[in-house]
């Protein structure tokens, strides 16, 4: 089995990552997207996104970090790949399922899947540009209004050489709403000769067991599920059990001390009051102590809020 730990604009950043694969299980991590429009990027703006690649695009822990992008244009694409490489990225990956308003409206992201052709451009030329030995890799939901063109968009992009592909199981109208459908999973992989990774929805042990025999893959990508239970790789893994409420304290304490170095004090009690928000899909405790927590404001405060909830725990 391979997990891979799923991109999230805003939230698993460079420091989630390292503290999520310090834990083990995760064999990939893809970033947040770069939005790609026209211009060829500096390298800094990767490094900033991914400061991994300082580290042979590796966490600390050793997992490789690919980097996504987000774009319509082939060329543009193309070249930002080409640079993204050239900095050290551990392959490519692009991202045809973004449903932000404004990136669909200005033609990137989820509206893509309207259009099987332009992916077919879009992964050819960057494919093109790619050395053979780097994996390129893309990331689809279902289509845009409906599932239509589900099957002719995966196969748009493996006939164009994408060497894997990743489903979230749900269209851009079905935003986040369950279910997942894993079943169009199965679908899809029946209709093209790439490896897939199946996406959306996975959250325990079971859940994972039952995408794995519906989809029929063996490769799961696991976002909202990595937030709400930190070592759910390894559990999806049957390596270890879900982690206690007083384990997760101590792994927001850790996540404290990694996201100090250059932040500003205010933003970390933000970024804890939005991982609780996550963390309260899977555990319990983690809503109440999100109503205790909600008003602080400063690092020094929030630190002191989840010792004191820890020694209760
Ligand atoms: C806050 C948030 C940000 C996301 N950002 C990205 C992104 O940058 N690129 C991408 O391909 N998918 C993005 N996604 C989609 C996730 O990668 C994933 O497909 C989706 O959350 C379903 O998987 P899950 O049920 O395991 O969370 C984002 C999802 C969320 C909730």
């Not at 026209?38 to 600390?60: C, G, H, Q, W």
Request: aromatic share 6%; glycine share 6%.
């Amino acid at each position: 089995m391979k997990v891979t730990l799923a991109p999230m604009e805003g939230v698993m950043d460079h420091h989630m990552r390292q503290l999520l694969t310090s834990l083990g299980g995760i064999d990939l991590c893809v970033t947040e997207f770069v939005r790609v429009i026209e211009l060829r990027l500096p390298a800094k703006v990767f490094r900033r996104l991914s400061p991994e690649l300082y580290n042979d695009s590796k966490t600390a822990s050793g997992t490789p970090v690919r980097i996504q992008l987000l774009g319509q244009n082939p060329r543009c694409l193309a070249e930002n790949a080409s640079k993204a490489l050239h900095v050290g990225s551990d392959g490519i990956d692009l991202n045809f399922g973004c449903p932000a308003k404004a990136v669909n409206k200005s033609k990137g992201g989820a509206v893509l899947l309207k259009c099987p052709e332009t992916l077919y451009s879009i992964v050819k030329e960057v494919r093109e540009i790619m050395p053979t030995n780097q994996i390129l890799s893309a990331k689809i939901r279902l289509g845009y209004e409906d599932k239509s063109l589900a099957i002719e968009n995966a196969q748009a992009i493996a006939e164009a050489g994408a060497d894997e592909l990743a489903v979230h199981a749900r269209t851009k109208e079905e935003g986040y709403r369950p279910p997942a459908h894993w079943h169009w999973i199965a679908k899809i992989r029946d209709a093209i000769n790439i490896p897939v990774t199946a996406n959306g929805d996975i959250f325990s042990l079971d859940d994972a067991k039952r995408c794995m025999e519906i989809s029929g893959c063996e490769r799961l990508m696991i976002g909202r599920g990595a937030l709400a239970m930190p070592n759910l790789a390894q559990v999806i893994k049957e390596k270890e059990a879900p982690y206690t409420w007083a384990q997760t304290l101590d792994l927001m304490i850790e996540y404290l001390f990694i996201q100090t170095h250059g932040d500003k004090e205010k933003y970390l009690p933000n970024r804890i009051k939005q991982w609780l928000t996550f963390m309260r899909l899977q555990q319990p405790q983690a809503l109440t102590f999100l109503h205790q927590v909600r008003k602080i404001t400063t690092t020094t405060e929030m630190l002191e809020a989840i010792r004191h909830e820890r020694s209760h725990a």
